[in-house]
Nanobody
Framework: VQLVETGGGVVQAGGSLRLSCAAAGGTLDYYVVGWFRQAPGSEREGISLIITSDDSTYYADSVKGRFTTSRDKTRNTVYLQMNNLKPEDTAVYYC??????????????????WGRGTQVTVSS
């Protein structure tokens, strides 16, 4: 499955963005779809998960209460709504999935299907 992220951009602190992760050439219905981000000089970190069997969601502490992930099955798309953005949220954001993962994993090394990422820049 090919994943494509869109929706990144430049926003002022306190602003909002909505990222989309669309699946091309397949369906986005493996057990888990994750959102990850990588800031310059930092390792890639998992920030949110959605479990496709029941649309339950899980978040890293760094984004809990500000970010929301959701899924539109009809559009084969997963979203990441980001509110109250902070300069430290600046990063390239990726979505990922993998048919082998049948549990809640925030570990990027366990995922094999990735999009190319979309840049989010938050100015102070």
């Amino acid at each position: 499955v090919q994943l494509v992220e869109t929706g990144g951009g430049v926003v002022q602190a306190g602003g909002s963005l909505r990222l989309s992760c669309a699946a091309a050439g397949g369906t986005l219905d493996y057990y888990v779809v994750g959102w990850f981000r990588q800031a310059p000089g930092s390792e890639r970190e998992g920030i949110s998960l959605i479990i496709t069997s029941d649309d339950s969601t899980y978040y890293a502490d760094s984004v809990k209460g500000r970010f929301t992930t959701s899924r539109d099955k009809t559009r084969n798309t997963v979203y990441l709504q980001m509110n109250n953005l902070k300069p430290e949220d600046t990063a390239v954001y990726y979505c990922a999935t993998d048919p082998r993962i049948r549990y809640r994993s925030f570990e990027p090394r366990e995922y094999n299907y990735w999009g190319r990422g979309t840049q989010v820049t938050v100015s102070s």
